[in-house]
């Protein structure tokens, strides 16, 4: 079963517009983290939060975790048309998956000129 | 430098046929992972390798899956007498992190088309 799930499932914005996708889950976790899949191949790694951490930047992205509700957000600022991807939330079990990551289902984000 | 690579990019077979899927991972990584993607989903964790440990094969959804890992370097994933609902991307990943669960490096996948 998976761990995270993502909301929305789909996001369609424009171009400069800023883009919040949630990642809900269920257990205690180590860090949580964020990637990018463009057209169904690899992922590519964006940011990883830990536990201890509340937020985190990097370049136009934000991300928050509350894990008294067991969410995380991310936002992206001032989108652009190459943001176009789902992105994935993957959480690193504390207790019963030790160095594997659960992946939610994603969120489709298209971002039009 | 270089990343994960996987071969065959795109393998179709015959329903009832074996396949075995190649992946390479970043030279030095002591993790490897393997994830199936069907159509429109999220990943779904197959195997874990992580170093000279036994592999955590817990998310091989049955007996005709299997996976090896040569030392810290190639993998193959092996899947026997293939069904249509085997049908999709592999993907392989690896991590220079044992343990705790950091970043992993992807690659490309591997699209298997079951006719």
């Known amino acids: 079963s998976q761990q995270g799930e993502e909301d929305p499932q789909a996001l369609s914005i424009q171009e400069g517009e800023n883009a919040t996708m949630n990642c809900s889950y269920k257990t205690s976790i180590n860090n949580l983290q964020w990637y990018r899949q463009n057209s169904g191949r690899g992922l590519v790694h964006l940011i990883l939060i830990r536990s201890n951490e509340r937020e985190k930047h990097s370049g136009r992205l934000r991300v928050t975790l509350d894990t008294s509700k067991k969410s995380s957000s991310l936002l992206i600022t001032a989108s652009r048309a190459a943001d176009t991807a789902s992105y994935f939330c993957?959480?690193?079990?504390?207790?019963?998956?030790?160095?594997?990551?659960?992946f939610g289902a994603g969120t489709q984000v298209v971002v039009t000129p | 430098g270089a990343g994960v690579s996987q071969s065959p990019s795109n393998k179709v077979t015959e329903k009832g046929k074996d396949v075995e899927l190649r992946c390479d991972p970043i030279?030095?990584?002591?993790?490897l992972y393997w994830y199936r993607q069907r159509l429109g989903q999220g990943l779904e964790f197959l195997i874990y390798f992580q170093g000279n440990s036994a592999p955590d094969k817990s998310g091989l959804p049955s007996d005709r899956f299997s996976a090896e890992r040569t030392g810290e370097s190639v993998s193959t994933l092996t899947i026997q007498r293939t069904q249509q609902e085997d049908s999709a991307v592999y993907l392989c990943?690896?991590?220079?992190?044992?343990?705790?669960?950091?970043?992993?490096?992807f690659g490309p996948g591997t699209r298997l088309t079951v006719t």
């Open positions: 993957a959480t690193d079990g504390a207790t019963d998956s030790w160095g594997k990551l659960q």
């Open positions: 030279s030095g990584h002591t993790a």
């Open positions: 990943a690896s991590s220079p992190i044992s343990g705790l669960a950091g970043e992993q490096y």
